[in-house]
């Protein structure tokens, strides 16, 4: 980061033997003078003009502040990181949680553990200190935004890391303020890179621990109140977990299309529980902020007619989240008003066209592996391509499969006449939803033959077994 000053090195001639950090040009020395005056900061012994009342330094001078940034830089070196290990600066760290009020200081030495943290041995080291552990899971209560984003990296560094992850798992389980805390930070923050980051730790934890994902689906009905934190919101409202990911998720989506994946992935995780669900359709809108925001996105947003078809491949994984939730909701909620068919014919229109781009991507894989057919990387990169493809595939039909079934003959007229609906569109449903999908067919087919007999006949022809017996 421009703001960090490049980091000292151990070359100049005045260096002693024997004091390079491992086999960087790092100085021992130096890194220890570091440590002690980060000491003397958060234990002054006596009052000075940058000290507030209580002793403690509110801000840092523009020496030290540049000092311990290159510390920070420096800590992603694995030696460096062990050195700071060796020394206790994990415990130092802790000194200035609890005593300093000075949040560029706090910032900045998260920081330095969540570098140390990418090092397996020195994650769980800093995983395994119980008190380090509980006083990182309040910082998440912090009011400062550099300070919660630095946090919230280590916590996805250590929930990375499969040997420890259950640790944390098993830690903010049992600290009901780290919901309170996420729910505000995605309810209320417009800092697009801090929700990301905290939206990564969320989608993180549900995807290892469904028992945490339901206690926080239930929190908003049944909450349990946990130790409350110095720094903590206060007063937090009665947060359900739904609406904040809405909101947070509205916050990215134009800003930042990594981060509105993320939010979508943890709508669906939450839809493999019935709870989840149950979250989702019995808000007190009826589901109807949720399903609307995600139409809006499908029919607005992405694969959009004026898009190359290759589009489908970029956004593949959001479009599976977002179509596995609308499903869902729409097998759930057949009688919720906005989930009736005359308000959704841009849907199956948008459902048909990433079919159709799915076709085109298809061709251009299958003309892309005979050109790498003796490379195995080449083929291998293809294979995942077509493995999310097929993912999104299958969610489409299903939920497109599950559409055509609901429609009436006014609805299939308004589709008509919208251009949702015409021989072409339907031949590419027709295609990708056979044999499968055979009965919604067959009775979209019937509703079809009464709103435009001829567009059924044609469609008959190219799919003879759908022809009606003479």
Same mark, same amino acid.
């Given at each position: 980061m421009d703001r960090n000053p490049s980091p000292p090195s151990s070359e100049a001639e005045e260096e002693e033997e024997g004091d390079a950090v491992g086999n960087t040009v790092y100085s021992k020395h130096w890194l220890f003078s570091i440590l002690t005056r980060l000491i003397e900061v958060i234990s002054p012994e006596k009052t000075e003009p940058a000290v507030s009342p209580e002793g403690i330094h509110?801000? #840092? /001078?523009?020496?030290?502040?540049?000092?311990?940034?290159k510390v920070w830089d420096?800590?992603?070196?694995?030696?460096? +990181?062990?050195?700071l290990q060796e020394f206790n600066a994990p415990d130092i760290f802790m000194g200035v949680f609890a005593k300093s009020k000075c949040p560029r200081l706090t910032e900045i030495c998260v920081g330095i553990l969540g570098n140390m943290a990418c090092f397996q041995d020195i994650c769980m080291s800093i995983s395994k200190d119980e008190n380090l552990g509980q006083v990182l899971l309040q910082r998440l209560c912090d009011s400062d935004s550099p300070?919660?984003?630095?946090?919230? @990296? #280590?916590?996805?560094?250590?929930?990375?890391?499969? *040997?420890?992850?259950?640790? !944390?798992?098993?830690?903010? @389980?049992?600290n009901p303020s780290v919901y309170d805390c996420v729910c505000f930070i995605m309810s209320s923050s417009t800092n697009v890179e801090l929700l990301v980051k905290v939206g990564e730790v969320v989608d993180k934890l549900f995807d290892l621990d469904e028992e945490l994902m339901l206690n926080w689906i239930k929190n908003g009905t049944c909450r349990s109140v946990g130790p409350s934190v110095d720094d903590s919101p206060e007063e937090l409202p009665d947060f359900k977990i739904v609406p904040c990911i809405l909101e947070a998720a509205k916050q990215v989506r134009s800003d930042n299309p990594e981060g509105l994946d993320v939010y979508m992935h943890i709508l669906q995780l939450l839809t493999t529980v019935d709870e989840g669900i149950q979250a989702i359709?019995?808000?007190?809108?009826?589901? $109807?902020?949720? !399903?609307?925001?995600? =139409?809006?996105?499908?029919?607005?947003?992405?694969?959009?007619? /004026? /898009?190359?078809?290759?589009?489908v491949q970029e956004q593949k994984t959001v479009l599976a989240s977002i179509l596995s939730v609308l499903s869902a909701m729409f097998a759930s909620q057949t009688e919720q008003e906005y989930t009736k068919m005359r308000k959704n014919m841009p849907l199956i229109g948008s459902l048909i066209r990433i079919l159709e =781009?799915?076709?085109g991507c298809g061709k251009r894989s299958i003309d892309n592996s005979k050109e790498s057919e003796q490379q195995e990387t080449g083929r291998a990169d293809l294979n995942e391509e077509d493995f999310h493809l097929k993912i999104l595939k299958d969610i489409c039909c299903?939920?497109?499969?599950?559409? #055509?079934?609901?429609?009436? $003959? *006014?609805?299939?007229?308004?589709?008509?006449?919208?251009?949702?609906?015409?021989?072409?569109?339907?031949?590419? %449903?027709?295609?990708?939803?056979?044999?499968? =999908?055979? +009965?919604?067919? *067959?009775?979209?087919?019937?509703?079809? @033959?009464? %709103?435009?007999?001829?567009? +059924?006949?044609?469609?008959? $022809? @190219?799919?003879?077994?759908? $022809?009606?017996? +003479?």
């Open positions: 509110t801000e #840092l /001078d523009e020496e030290m502040e540049n000092d311990i940034c420096m800590s992603m070196d694995e030696d460096v +990181a062990l050195f300070t919660l984003l630095e946090t919230s @990296r #280590l916590l996805l560094t250590c929930l990375s890391q499969p *040997e420890v992850a259950n640790v !944390w798992v098993e830690r903010i @389980r049992e359709v019995q808000a007190p809108d009826g589901g $109807k902020e949720t !399903w609307s925001l995600l =139409y809006d996105l499908v029919c607005h947003e992405l694969c959009q007619p /004026d /898009d190359p078809p290759i589009i =781009y799915m076709e299903e939920l497109l499969s599950n559409m #055509l079934q609901e429609l009436t $003959k *006014e609805n299939t007229l308004e589709g008509l006449h919208q251009g949702h609906l015409n021989e072409q569109t339907c031949s590419c %449903a027709f295609q990708n939803l056979l044999p499968l =999908y055979f +009965a919604s067919v *067959e009775s979209f087919l019937e509703v079809l @033959r009464e %709103a435009d007999q001829t567009l +059924a006949e044609n469609l008959e $022809k @190219r799919f003879p077994s759908l $022809k009606v017996p +003479a």
